[in-house]
């Protein structure tokens, strides 16, 4: 709304007072005036300004001192004297003020902002705005072409919605230029000097954890174990975290990050955080102050403010930061962080693809947000925006992401960052997804649809509509009722349904289509579908090889430089890229040697399935039906082990006729525990014989359309039992081994 006014207003000045030419025709009358007192990063603005308005225009403007170019045809780059004289009664910004002005004065234009960011901020808003300039990744700007440019009166003011925005996608993290031109203005990596020349990326956070190593078992729990965790009657030696409440534990944390502050002056809060674990310490001082100040927040809100009361004196301008994570997640009572404290509260166990206050999943974070917003003088989130479990895996939190900043904003929240693929570049449209959070952080209030629009038009050209159209398909079918999700989503979710993926990809086959003459832009429309190429690799690899979905995942990997698929071996899902087409590159292989088998000339009508039960204790499958003769025989509904799950020492024999739909590559997938082996038309297809935990066995059959035989020899020798068999078909079935599929022989 702001915009369509200044918009309407320019309209009206442009009609009543005439205009004034930036450039026309490959020649402009303008300089760039900035002091030669300006801060590196105001002359960094405008040599900025310089390099975008030439890729524009192709003129390249002289920059000159304040005492350089000619009235009328200035563009003043910074707060100097010369803004001082044109524009009376304005105030020159605090240096770390990032909020920013951009005016005309007759034909001078004024950009101005604090010194710090500021004023290169004015900057990029005018190249964004007026010239229509774009930075969509470290890789990919646009200056469109213009003949000429005029204008008659600019005026624009613009102020940070969140103060610290810190965008934690790889390619922001380690691009400052784009990090600087995306309005970000965080670096977070220890060690790392923000400062004058990483524009953009000036306000650091030292550290994350730091009590896991600023002091440390290795160091301390051989002369003093009274420094770590008590837990059932013992001081813990591992990784676990601090004995809050004992006085040289304070006295060393105090020491330790004064030392840290002296030796990397350069960042605005250091880390006082718990370790990444849940083992608190549970001594009786630890218990009676938890108890005291409302749990274990307050405990650790007492400690941190002596930290910072500690450091205050030297440090006026810095803040010690402090977790609401996990076991410290709600606000405590009876105690107040210090104004040198900040709180960095964060999202992870919350459901991403609902608002905080519409959906159970979120309303305890909800409640602990405003019950800190309500206390710490400095609130800061630690939001998860994506899959960690597997980068790639669709995340609906397209209109989430805007809501949940918003609360955040009117939470008091000072920063904000936002976690993304921080280790690799493999998040789905994770272009589009770094680029939306950086405009909202900077306007919680943005339309973003309007800014989808805008990103995906410019990003994707012709095809920038159908990866809307998908954005949308993805909305609905995982945003269906009673569908939830926080950070840590499985490839095997069943809100992935088959539906997603085919009318995904044939929402993806159009996209191709319509920029199939423009390589680099269908390279960009085959990396956003990699994501759906990935699911149905996973869930139905049949019709994964026939559609090429393993080799689009493949040619995105290796063009990407895509290394990793998950943030770690945790997750369970696919970690390294190189496993993910090694496997792929194993199942193409057994996929191509598929065996052929013609269908039996028969034509059962009865569904079921018949089996023959026997008991006793053998350790292959076969071992079981020389030695022992069944001792139950019936018909089931489809296979099952249909045993008391406690019981050892049995087996099954199951025989059937498989109806195969179509002619075809059919997957054949079995889990079993413990021996399985599977037998179509007298050939041994899966072998998982003999005794062992949960093994999976995959194998591909050609198969002629019509009936063909199935045993399946299952035995149980001890501990857990389990046997599942599910069916990839060419026709697009994909399940469990469905029970009308199934004939007695
Ligand atoms: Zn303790
Ligand atoms: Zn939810």
């Known amino acids: 709304m702001k915009n369509l006014s200044i918009l309407a207003i320019a309209i009206l000045l442009a009609v009543s007072c005439g205009s004034h030419k930036l450039f026309k025709d490959g020649q402009s009358d303008y300089t760039i005036v900035v002091s030669e007192d300006a801060t590196p990063s105001e002359k960094y603005a405008a040599s900025e300004l310089r390099n975008w308005i030439k890729e524009v225009s192709g003129v390249e403007l002289p920059v000159a001192g304040l005492d350089g170019g000619k009235k009328g045809k200035r563009l003043i780059v910074g707060y100097n004297t010369l803004t001082e004289t044109m524009v009376p009664g304005s105030v020159k910004p605090v240096d770390r003020d990032d909020s920013f002005t951009l005016t005309s004065k007759g034909g001078d234009i004024l950009f101005w902002g604090g010194a710090n960011r500021g004023t290169l901020y004015a900057v990029y808003s005018f190249l964004e705005e007026e010239l229509g300039c774009r930075w969509f990744s470290s890789k990919v700007s646009v200056a469109p072409h213009k003949d000429s440019w005029e204008f008659s009166q ?343 349904t088959d539906e997603l993926i085919s009318e995904g990809r044939k929402i993806f086959a159009a996209a191709k289509e319509a920029v199939a003459s423009d390589k680099v832009l269908h390279d960009r429309v085959e ?14 690899p049949v019709v994964g090889f026939q559609e090429g979905a393993d080799a689009l995942v493949r040619r995105v990997v290796e063009r990407e430089g895509i290394n990793r698929m998950a943030e770690g071996e945790w997750s369970g899902g696919i970690m390294e890229a190189k496993h993910l087409l090694d496997n792929y590159a194993k199942l193409a292989e057994s996929f191509k040697e598929a065996p052929q088998l013609s269908a039996a000339d028969v034509n059962p009508t009865v569904h079921g399935v018949s089996f023959q039960k026997y008991e006793g204790s053998f350790m292959t499958t076969s071992q079981m039906v020389w030695r022992e003769d069944p001792v139950h025989e019936g018909i089931l509904p489809f296979i099952k082990i249909d045993t008391e799950p406690e019981l050892d020492h049995f087996g099954y024999v199951f025989d059937c006729w498989f109806k195969a739909e179509v002619d075809g590559i059919h997957q054949f997938k079995i889990v079993s525990d413990d021996g399985a082996v599977l037998y179509l038309d007298g050939t041994e297809v899966i072998n998982l014989d003999g005794s062992h935990s949960p093994k999976t066995g995959i194998a591909f059959v050609n198969l002629q359309k019509g009936f063909h035989r199935l045993k399946l020899r299952y035995f149980e020798d001890c501990e857990g039992q389990m046997l599942d068999i599910y069916l990839a078909a060419p026709e697009g079935f994909n399940g469990p081994l469905p029970a009308n599929r199934l004939f007695i022989p």
Request: charged share 25%; with cysteine; hydrophobic share 35%.
């Open 154 to 496: 600019l005026d624009r003011h613009e102020e940070p919605g969140i103060i610290i925005r810190d965008n934690c996608y790889l390619d922001v993290r380690e691009n400052p230029a784009f990090s600087g031109r995306m309005r970000n203005n965080f670096v977070n990596l220890p060690g790392e000097k923000p400062g004058e020349t990483l524009p953009g990326t000036a306000e650091g956070y030292w550290g994350v954890h730091a009590m896991g190593y600023l002091m440390t078992p290795e160091e301390y729990y051989a002369e003093h174990p009274e420094y770590f965790s008590f837990r059932d009657g013992e001081r813990l030696s591992g990784y676990s975290q601090l004995c809050l409440s004992n006085p040289d534990v304070l006295r060393i944390c105090t020491e330790k990050i004064r030392n840290v502050m002296r030796q990397n002056p350069d960042f605005l809060i250091y880390s006082m955080e718990q370790g990444d674990n849940r083992l608190y310490c549970q001594c009786e001082e630890c218990e009676t102050l938890a108890e005291k100040y409302g749990g274990q927040s307050g405990l650790m809100v007492w400690f941190v403010n002596q930290v910072a009361d500690a450091v205050k004196d030297e440090f006026p301008d810095k803040f010690i930061g402090t977790f609401a994570y996990q076991y410290t997640r709600h606000a405590p009572k009876d105690i107040v962080p210090r104004d040198n404290v900040v709180i960095r509260l964060c999202s992870i166990e919350c459901c991403m693809f609902h608002d905080y206050d519409d959906c159970e999943q979120n309303v305890a974070f909800m409640k602990d947000l405003k019950d800190w917003s309500a206390i710490a003088p400095n609130l800061y989130i630690w939001d998860y925006v994506t899959d960690f479990a597997q980068y790639c895996l669709p995340v609906a939190n397209w209109k989430t992401m805007a809501t949940h900043i918003k609360d955040f904003r009117d939470n008091n929240a000072i920063g904000i960052l936002e976690e993304g693929d921080y280790q690799t570049v493999s998040c789905e449209l994770r272009e589009l997804r770094a680029w939306l959070l950086s405009k909202l952080m900077w306007n919680p209030d943005a339309d973003v649809d309007a800014l989808i629009e805008d990103f995906t038009d410019g990003y994707y050209g012709a095809a920038g509509k159908y990866v809307r159209e998908y954005i949308a398909l993805s909305d609905s079918i995982l945003r269906r009722p009673g569908i939830h999700s926080d950070c840590y989503i499985d490839a095997s979710d069943p809100m992935y």
């Open 527 to 540: 990396t956003a579908e990699m994501p759906l190429c990935f699911l149905q690799m996973h869930k139905n």
